[in-house]
């Protein structure tokens, strides 16, 4: 019995001093930037090049007066962005705010496109992982902010695709998908 006894403890000790370390304050580490700056650098490059296909002439293309131009569909975005990163206290002013789209020629859509993606980049390296995990009021639901980054992407490829259809209705082959 005192043989059992002792293997009990022994076995006891043993598993004890396998249990992980447990510290009392964890950091949490989301990691959320460097996975979005991925999938941002893959919609930035089919971006631009779906901007760069469309000719400068098809521009102001739409397919019925209730529905934004194809310049507007790419410029719509940057707004968007700029502003739910403003409104909601990630930025302290848009870049893009104020500016006169419907003058815009495509290089300087296809700049300021480019300057888009830089700052959104930029913005979400800066923020750290425990700011970005916090809940926040988004669009009336509580979510944590790194959301904000997720709906700017997903609004972009949103607009993206009206803008690849335009193409495709004045007989123009978008380039291939690159990816995520």
């Known amino acids: 019995m005192n043989r059992i006894a002792g293997l009990l403890v022994l076995a006891l000790f043993s598993l004890q001093a396998c249990q992980p370390e447990v510290k009392e304050e964890q950091e949490i580490e989301l990691g959320f930037a460097d996975d979005f700056s991925e999938a941002w650098e893959r919609s930035k ?5 779906l901007a760069d296909s469309m000719p400068a002439e098809l521009y102001s293309y739409k397919p019925s007066e209730d ?8 410029t719509h975005t940057i707004d968007f962005a700029g502003g739910q990163l403003m409104g909601q206290g ?9 500016r006169k789209w419907e003058v815009y020629t495509k290089a300087q859509v296809i700049e300021s496109l480019t300057e888009l993606y830089d700052f959104v980049d930029s913005v979400v390296k800066v923020i750290p992982d425990a700011e970005l995990a916090k809940t ?20 972009t490829i949103h607009h993206r695709g009206q ?3 335009y193409m495709r209705m004045n007989g123009i082959t978008p380039p291939g998908y690159a990816g995520w």
């Open 45 to 49: 490059i089919y971006t631009l090049a």
């Open 90 to 98: 990630l930025i302290e002013k848009s870049p893009f705010s104020g």
């Open 136 to 155: 926040i009021n988004f669009m009336g639901q509580e979510v944590p902010a790194f959301r904000v980054f997720q709906a700017i992407e997903n609004h």
């Open 67 to 74: 529905v934004f131009t194809f310049s507007k569909q790419l």
């Open 163 to 165: 803008a690849l259809i």
